[in-house]
C-alpha cells in the first residue's frame, strides 16, 4: 500500500515557536473552557471506548467540540480495542462481511476473521457517530450517510482499552478498522500511541508501516520537536506529537507533512 499523504495545510504557520496552535480535546473537556487561539483541533468521537459516543461532539452535554475542532476541516480520532467474544457485548457473529464471523460455513468466534470485523464495526460506529454530529450542527444534510469533506482520522491505540492477550488478533482488529476508513471517503488514516503501548497491544508490528504516528507522552514542545526527527511506532514517519501546554494537549506539526 502507498503512503497515505496527509494534507496539514491549516496550521503549518503555527510550527514555529513555544505558542502551541494545534490541539486536542475530547469528552474530559465537555462543559469546560477548550483551548483558546486554536488555528485547527482534532475532537475525539467516543466516549473512551469503542462504540459510545463522545456526548459533546455535537449538541448535547456541552458546547460543540466539532465546531471548535473547524466542523468540516476538523480530524478525528477515534478508540480502538479488541476485548474477544467473552468480554463484548457487540462481538459479531453470524456476520458474513467483510469476513466470515462464526458462521455456519466458518465457525468459531475467536478468531482473526471475527477480531476484523469487530475493528470494521467499532470504526463504521465511529464514522456514523461523526455523520450525527456534522448533521446535528447543520453542516450535513439530514439522512447523510457521509461526511462533508473527507477528514483524516487516528486510529487510538492504549493499554487503558481492552485487548486480547493474543496480539496477531489485536493487529486483525485494526486492520479491520484502517479497511473500513478506506472504504469511505477520507483524507489519511494514521495511529495515536506510544512505542511501549503499540508494541504490548501490537507486538510491535510493521503492518501499518504506511500510515503516520502521533506519537504521544512528549513533556514539552521541545522534547516534542525531537522526536518528530525519529521514527514512527508504525514504522513510518511521525506526523504529530502530543504535549502538555497550559493544561491542554498541544500537538506539534513535524516538518515534512504539508501533504
Keep these: 500500500m502507498a503512503e497515505v499523504s496527509i494534507s496539514w495545510q491549516h496550521g503549518l504557520s503555527c510550527n514555529t515557536g513555544a505558542t502551541p496552535c ?7 473537556q465537555c462543559g469546560s473552557p477548550f483551548p ?3 488555528e485547527f483541533g482534532i475532537v475525539g468521537v467516543n466516549k473512551g471506548i469503542v462504540f459510545s459516543a463522545n456526548p459533546c461532539l455535537s449538541t448535547g452535554d456541552g458546547p460543540p467540540e466539532l465546531a471548535w475542532a473547524g466542523g468540516v476541516r476538523a480530524q478525528f480520532y477515534a478508540n480502538t480495542g479488541n476485548p474477544g467474544p467473552d468480554l463484548s457485548a457487540r462481538w459479531p457473529s453470524n456476520q458474513t462481511s467483510p469476513r466470515q464471523c462464526d458462521t455456519s460455513a466458518i465457525p468459531g468466534s475467536d478468531t482473526a476473521d471475527c477480531a476484523y470485523d469487530y475493528g470494521w464495526n467499532a470504526a463504521a460506529d465511529s464514522y456514523r457517530t461523526a455523520v450525527s454530529a456534522y448533521v446535528s450542527l447543520g453542516l450535513a444534510a439530514a439522512g447523510a450517510t457521509s461526511t462533508p469533506s473527507p477528514n483524516v482520522w487516528w486510529l487510538d491505540v492504549e493499554i487503558i482499552n481492552s485487548w486480547h492477550d493474543d496480539t496477531t488478533l489485536n493487529v486483525a482488529a485494526l486492520h479491520g478498522e484502517v479497511a473500513y476508513l478506506e472504504s469511505v471517503s477520507t483524507a489519511g488514516i494514521g495511529f495515536y500511541s506510544t512505542q511501549y503501548q503499540w ?46 501546554a497550559g493544561g491542554f494537549d498541544a500537538d506539534f506539526l513535524c516538518q515534512g507533512n504539508s501533504g
Design 36 to 38: 483558546a487561539d486554536a
Design 22 to 28: 494545534w490541539f486536542d480535546i475530547s469528552y474530559p
Design 199 to 244: 508494541n504490548q497491544i501490537t507486538g510491535g508490528t510493521s503492518d501499518f508501516s504506511a500510515h503516520p504516528s502521533w506519537v504521544a507522552g512528549a513533556d514539552s514542545a521541545e522534547q516534542a520537536v525531537g522526536i518528530c526527527g525519529t521514527k514512527g511506532f508504525t514504522g513510518g514517519r511521525v506526523a504529530l506529537v502530543q504535549y502538555l
